[in-house]
């Protein structure tokens, strides 16, 4: 146990919310001193401090000198250097409460069950994205000073005292400019030479929009692709309290509102591209996808790749779309990803040569880098568009399972994007009377290594090892060997 003293409460007044070397100076010598963290009261210069003491003291009446050696474990200061940013009125005791308790317990940050090491991990977070928020979300506006020389100002509203931490982010990437960033605390002003600080100010103080909003708002409606629309996930990264400070911010709802039209009417044009009729064989595929220029990757110079397998067959096997070594052989599945198949196919007893291989996407789109050509997923718009030779080739095979490899030959069969991890290795009923059968795509598991590799594996032979076992069940007989 650490001998105490038993001295009256003790105020400490820090002049800054988030000035981590005057706490750390006060708390050392707090500790150095023996005064147990029921006996310090923190606060900020200028506050009053919720002291239910009648009386309290100050450090001036603590020996200059450390009585006691001080432990602080990287690991904490680490961490508090980010924690005392955070806007909680119990930061500065929390960050002493731990630091008295590691002169007896010194492995105490390694346990992220204890309590007090929980809610530091918590408040560490949200200053992280906090940070982020601010360095995501802040957006210039064009102004001219009383000389006549132009800068950018910005507003931003931060939920903790990050701005500070944030100067150097800022400095580094607009050097050049002159600048202002406005928060209700603390304003930052750069004039090219000198960086300094300001009273917080108003979001009255900060211009309003400039003629480049304009032409920013064309552009982000330009590239918004409604196929890959996550409301959640987007909300979620880009909270709507933030909105009201982005340009382009006014124009989500509506293209929300339209997504689910527009992706509709993208799958439209990927299932029938022309009047034409479909292909009556699938030698008819074959020769059409050769001359097929319905998207960019058709037109890239690539050979098409078709199908293999069973003209009927129970199982059908969709990729995503054929690589380099598959490309080069005109067969699909010849490389290290389809030797990965195999073997897996193989263990889980299925017999792949009795089963329809095929792609969601038929010619292989790439990235050059010298000599090397790197694989690049196809677009949404891509796939929706090569979507009707793969219908033409299910209605002809008419499998009574298709098993999808990942994400995009998931979208090739239902018209949108799946969740892999939510619904992989399930039995997805379709309108034709199949079922679809998700799994991740075995050139997911060669980019993996270590404990990632084995545990993905394992998961990708439950899946097969699920679908041979439905496939046994099925009154049209197993694709056994």
């Given amino acids: 146990m650490i001998e105490t003293r038993a001295p009256a409460p003790v105020r400490v007044a820090l002049d800054r919310p988030d000035d981590f070397d005057a706490w750390r100076a006060q708390a050392r010598a707090l500790v150095a001193a023996r005064i147990p963290p ?10 009053s401090a919720a002291d239910l003491f009648a009386e309290s003291s100050t450090l001036d009446g603590l020996p200059a000198a450390p009585v006691h050696p001080v432990r602080a474990s990287k690991a904490f200061l680490e961490v508090a250097a980010s924690a005392i940013l955070h806007s909680d009125d119990g930061r500065f005791a929390l960050l002493y409460r731990l630091l008295w308790r590691l002169q007896q317990e010194p492995q105490l940050m390694g346990n992220a069950a204890d309590r007090d090491v929980g809610r530091l991990a918590r408040m560490v977070g949200h200053v992280r994205r906090d940070i982020h928020k601010m360095r995501a979300f802040v957006r210039f506006r064009a102004v001219r000073d009383e000389d006549g020389a132009e800068r950018y100002v910005a507003w931003f509203e931060p939920d903790h005292h990050i701005v500070r931490r944030n100067a150097d982010f800022f ?5 050049s400019q002159r600048w202002s960033i406005l928060t209700p605390l603390l304003s930052l002003d750069w004039d090219g030479e000198r960086l300094r600080e300001g009273p917080g100010a108003r ?27 996550k409301v959640a996930a987007m909300v979620k990264e880009m909270p709507r309290r933030y909105w009201k400070n982005l340009p382009e911010a006014r124009l989500i709802p509506g293209l929300i509102a339209g997504a689910q039209a527009r992706e509709a009417a993208m799958v439209e044009a ?12 699938l030698e008819e595929i074959a020769r ?19 199908g293999e397998g069973p003209a009927r067959a129970q199982l059908m096997i969709v990729g995503e779309q054929p690589g380099d070594q598959e490309e080069q052989a005109g067969r699909p599945f010849v ?26 996407v038929r010619h292989f789109k790439f990235e050059p880098r010298g000599k090397l050509r790197l694989h690049r997923n ?22 009574s399972v298709i098993l999808a490899l990942g994400a995009s030959a998931g979208r090739a069969i239902l018209g949108r994007t799946p969740s892999i991890g939510k619904e992989r290795g399930l039995p997805l009923p379709l309108g034709d009377g199949s079922l679809l059968w998700l799994t991740a795509h075995p050139s997911y598991l060669l980019r993996l290594d270590g404990e990632a590799r084995i545990r993905e594996e394992q998961r990708f032979r439950q899946d097969l090892r699920g679908l041979a076992a439905h496939l046994r069940e099925r009154p049209d007989g197993p694709p056994e060997r």
Avoid: M
């Fill in 288 to 306: 059409g996808i050769l001359s097929c220029r319905r998207c960019a990757i058709g037109c890239n110079g690539t050979r098409a790749v078709a």
């Fill in 270 to 281: 990927g299932a029938a591209p022309s009047a034409e009729a479909p292909p009556a064989s």
């Fill in 378 to 399: 196809p677009s949404a718009d891509e796939i929706d568009r090569c979507r009707w030779w793969l219908d033409a080739e299910r209605k002809l095979v008419r499998p």
């Fill in 171 to 175: 400095l580094n990437r607009f050097a």
């Fill in 38 to 47: 029921d006996h310090v009261v923190w606060s900020l210069a200028g506050e």
């Fill in 335 to 360: 490389g290290p990803a389809g030797q990965l198949l195999a073997l897996h196919l193989e263990q889980a007893g299925l017999d792949r040569a009795r089963a329809r291989i095929t792609n969601a």
């Fill in 203 to 229: 979001r009255e103080d900060a211009p309003a929009e400039d003629a480049a909003e304009d032409l920013w708002g064309r552009y982000y409606a330009s590239i918004f692709n409604p196929a890959r629309l």
